[in-house]
Every structure is written in structure tokens, then in C-alpha cells.
């Protein structure tokens, strides 16, 4: 009598599109982000607004949230299709296959570029701290952590596929211990 084996093997990635992380090249970001436009492929690069000097003059500019990544929705038979636009280097991988961000922190990603709200975006480096949760604002029920820098308070989403947090400085009136 044969096993079914069908039930026990689990497929390494879901049938149905999910949202992956690409490395690109650097200072290119927004050039891939219109082929894969052009392509037809679902993605996003998450903006944020950052005044810039120059020796004449300053201006406000949209610059990458995450220099040299974006995200793209796609299934496993749209893997080639996303690797072969100009640009794109590789899927990001975590413990040998390619990096899923939950539909969750990619809301708060797109939610932290909507806000207008200063951002920063750098190497998660960042030692744990108390679980938060955001009780009012636009980021009201998102839940992260707390990290004092500098005497400022900050909300933490951390993004652990690409190794990166979001830290937005945030009221303590607005927040409260996860529960």
C-alpha cells in the first residue's frame, strides 16, 4: 500500500501572488520601478520626501525608502519575469529561498510613506525593546517597538527580510504597551 505523499510535501512557495523583495541597482530604483511598469508587473517603491541642498538652492525630493530594494507581487512561475527586467539583481533570500513580506508589514511600509510623517530607514542593528502599540494618529493599532534615541522616542517596525526598520518619532501620548 503507497503513502500519499501529496499531503505531507509542502510546496516551497505559495501558488497565489505574494509579495517578494528585489535587490536592484543601486541609485536605480525608480528606473526599474517604470520598466517593471512597462512590464506589467505588480510592484511598489516606497517613497519618502527628503530636502536636499545643493550650493544654489534646496529642494524637496522623493528618494527611495530602502536604497537598492523594492517590492514586487508575483507568483513562482513570474520569478524569470521579474529577474529580467533591466536593473534587477536578485530576489532577496532568507534561509535558501526567496524572502515573503506578510501583506501586514508591507501596509505599514506603504502607511509610514503615506503619513508625510519624518521617516528613517537604516540597518536593523537595533537592540530590542518594549512591544508598543499605536493608539492614535494614522498609525493608530500598529504594534512595534519602542526605541529611545537621543532622548527621543521613536516607533520600530522592524522588516527582518531585508534586515532593515522603519522608526518614525512618535508622542509617548500616543502609544501603549502591547498586550
Known amino acids: 500500500m503507497k ?5 505531507v510535501i509542502e510546496p516551497l512557495y505559495p501558488s497565489e501572488p505574494r509579495w517578494y523583495v528585489v535587490y536592484v541597482r543601486s541609485r536605480t530604483e525608480k528606473k526599474v520601478a517604470s520598466r517593471m511598469e512597462r512590464a506589467g508587473l505588480t510592484h511598489y517603491l516606497p517613497l519618502m520626501k527628503v530636502m ?24 513562482p512561475s513570474g520569478f524569470n519575469d521579474v529577474r529580467m527586467v533591466e536593473g ?13 513580506i506578510p501583506d501586514r508589514q508591507l501596509e505599514a511600509v506603504r502607511i509610514f510613506a ?4 519624518p521617516v528613517e530607514a537604516g540597518p536593523d542593528d537595533l537592540s530590542p525593546g518594549e512591544k508598543v502599540k499605536v493608539t492614535f494618529g494614522p498609525l493608530k493599532d500598529f504594534e512595534g517597538e519602542l526605541v529611545e534615541m537621543r532622548n527621543d522616542r521613536h516607533f520600530l517596525v522592524r522588516l527582518e527580510a531585508i534586515n ?15 498586550g
Open 3 to 7: 503513502k500519499d505523499v501529496s499531503k
Open 52 to 75: 536636499k541642498q545643493w550650493s544654489d538652492r534646496k529642494k524637496l525630493v522623493e528618494v527611495p525608502m530602502f536604497n537598492g530594494y523594492m517590492f514586487v507581487q508575483t507568483t
Open 88 to 100: 534587477v539583481v536578485n530576489f532577496v533570500r532568507m534561509e535558501g529561498k526567496n524572502a515573503i
Open 114 to 117: 503615506e503619513t508625510g510623517l
Open 164 to 178: 532593515q526598520v522603519l522608526m518614525v518619532n512618535i508622542p509617548s501620548s500616543y502609544i501603549e504597551r502591547a
